[in-house]
């Protein structure tokens, strides 16, 4: 295995990208060839992205492979001088598409700016994606070959068991940043109407996009807001949950979502980003329309009233996170793309 870094926010540090290269970095060994670097992305960001800059210009081991970890804005800016150096100085380098809003940042960009993504885009030896309308994305709106474009979908760790799902009262759950884009208005309105004879509660958790949408969740007295907690509380909310809702705008592949599939709860979700590439209307979950209150309101109260279509839906979204998004199953995926890419490199010496 050739050595590995990976440039992009940090393992641990806030953020989906952040938490997933945690989740990555929990499965190295001692002897595994992979270094973190931060690319600008926390505290003293010039200083990262210069060190980073000394290393990509001075680095000598032809062999190795750069992953970079590239999200919307300043991270697209910063990912693009480092790609352009590597792209001159020959060397390897992955692009790992993340970030929801990544389309309409393309989309409301100047032609400058497009031609700069197109560019790195184009030149990166693999592109990383996570999920099927992403590969579209790429291969479609920024003319990647297809042949180029691997699937790398995010994946979480999970307990052991999953908690009996049948007590009352039914818990519903959101994990996130609270806001436009992960569907927070629609919440609210849909819990105002929601009416139904069994006993339920709204848990809000995460940090909020403003502080008046902050304000807004501490004064809904049908919402528990608990602001941001730690893994260990966060885990207690996920073992007391049953219902999970996220009806975002637009999304990558959301970790929270993970996170409540392992935990085996049933998900109301919108089909958007990569969601569909997890979750099946009707069989381990629900979707529901975009900035649709009334069609959140009634998933809601489907599931709160009907307890086997509940526990059914949980149940298969935990079968799912075991199959197929299970942290343990990462690093065999993205090193698999490796060997790909290896592979295609050596052929084309030949």
């Known amino acids: ?7 992009g926010p940090p393992p641990g540090s806030p953020g989906g990208i952040g938490v997933m290269m945690q989740h990555l970095k929990s499965t190295l060994g001692p002897d595994d060839l992979y270094t973190f670097l931060d690319s600008g992305t926390t505290d003293r960001r010039l200083r990262s992205f210069l060190r980073v800059l000394g290393v990509v210009l001075t680095y000598r081991d032809k062999n190795s492979i750069f992953h970079i970890n590239i999200a919307s804005r300043g991270s697209t ?7 352009l150096i590597l792209s001159v100085t020959k060397k390897t380098y992955v692009l790992h598409l993340h970030g929801a809003a990544y389309r309409e940042f393309y989309r409301d960009s100047n032609p400058v700016v497009k031609l700069l993504i197109r560019t790195i885009f184009g030149r990166a030896s693999r592109v990383l994606v996570l999920g099927n309308a992403w590969r579209s994305f790429v291969t479609q709106g920024l003319r990647v070959p297809a042949a180029r474009v691997g699937i790398l979908p995010n994946a979480v760790p999970g307990p052991n068991r999953v ?11 959101f994990l996130g940043r609270s806001g436009v884009r992960k569907g927070t208005r629609e919440i609210l309105k849909a819990i105002e109407e929601l009416h139904t004879t069994s006993s339920w509660r709204m848990r809000v958790a995460g940090d909020t996009e403003n502080a008046a949408t902050r304000d807004e969740l501490e004064a809904a007295t049908s919402v528990e807001y608990s602001g941001w907690l730690g893994q260990e509380a966060l885990s207690g909310l996920l073992g007391e949950a049953s219902i999970f809702v996220l009806p975002s ?3 990558g592949l959301p970790l929270a979502l993970l996170d409540a599939m392992a935990w085996g709860l049933a998900p109301i979700v919108t089909n958007v980003g ?5 979750v099946v209307d009707g069989t381990n979950g629900c979707f529901v ?3 649709d209150p009334k069609g959140l309101k009634d998933a809601m109260q489907s599931l709160i009233d009907n307890a086997p279509l509940r526990l059914r839906l949980g149940q298969n979204a935990r079968a799912t996170w075991e199959q197929e998004f299970n942290v343990a199953k990462y690093r065999k995926r993205l090193e698999a793309e490796y ?9 084309s010496d030949g």
């Open 249 to 251: 705008h637009a999304e």
């Open 289 to 291: 329309e975009v900035r």
């Open 77 to 83: 800016y910063r990912k693009a001088v480092i790609a």
């Open 274 to 278: 990569s969601i569909s590439d997890a």
């Open 1 to 7: 295995m050739s050595k590995v870094i990976v440039i």
């Open 163 to 173: 908690p009996d799902r049948s007590v009352s009262p039914v818990s519903m759950l």
């Open 339 to 347: 060997a790909t890419l290896l592979a295609e490199e050596r052929s």
